[in-house]
């Protein structure tokens, strides 16, 4: 069977969960490759709410949905992901079929400005809360760059003090790769 990479197999899963009209979330809209994939799946009558710090990243979001005509079923929201509950709006809270969290720089961008642990804690905790029963978060780690071993190590401890009986925990390394591979969390809150 072929190989793929981290980065597809959290398109299989956020694709899995994500029905047509559904919601869901970028925690870390980047260049905008996760948005626009999410914008894609959800179809006409969904929407995504795509968060990031850097007016680069909203930029580079934002031309790449205007190109795919993708641009109103996103909306961008320039603010950490840590003041996620702030700004999605209260219909949907609970309703969040699907979060993405591709932490650490911006490709192309400030290697200087990376998710923390300070932050990126409250904002995974905070979409514990808006997800819809069966939803799953993708959270993706890069242990391998500066600060990313102790991040990468935050986001697992918190991962395994998760009730188990809300939520399952799945985890998975590409240990073949590099000294420090990435590492694809994902979490899926139970149906009741
Ligand atoms: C690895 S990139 C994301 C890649 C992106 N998902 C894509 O498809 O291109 C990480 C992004 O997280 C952003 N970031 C850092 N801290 C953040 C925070 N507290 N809230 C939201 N975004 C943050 C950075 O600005 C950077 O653009």
Redesign the pocket.
């Known amino acids: 069977m072929p190989r793929i990479s981290l980065v597809e197999k959290v398109h299989r899963i956020l694709a899995g969960h994500l029905p047509s009209g559904g919601l869901s979330i970028?925690?870390?809209?980047?260049?905008?490759?996760?948005?626009l994939f999410l914008a894609e799946r959800t179809g006409p009558a969904g929407h995504v709410y795509s968060?990031?710090?850097?007016a680069k990243?909203i930029h580079a979001t934002r031309e790449l949905l205007q190109r795919a005509g993708l641009r109103n079923r996103v909306t961008l929201i320039h603010a950490?992901?840590?003041t996620l509950l702030e700004h999605l709006p209260g219909q949907v809270i609970g309703k969040i079929h699907a979060a993405t969290f591709?932490?650490?720089?911006?490709?192309g961008?400030d290697k200087t400005?990376?998710?923390?642990t300070a932050?990126t804690i409250p904002?995974l905790s905070a979409t514990c809360q808006v997800l819809a029963p069966g939803g799953c978060i993708t959270i993706m780690v890069y242990p391998g760059h500066p600060g990313g071993e102790r991040e990468a190590a935050a986001v697992n401890r918190w991962c395994r003090q998760l009730d188990s009986c809300l939520f399952t925990l799945h985890k998975t390394t590409l240990r073949h790769c590099r000294r420090q591979p990435p590492e694809l969390l994902f979490i899926r809150k139970k149906q009741p």
């Open positions: 970028d925690a870390t809209a980047g260049n905008g490759h996760d948005t968060f990031d710090i850097q990243a950490g992901h840590e591709n932490l650490g720089y911006l490709p961008g400005l990376i998710t923390s932050t904002a």
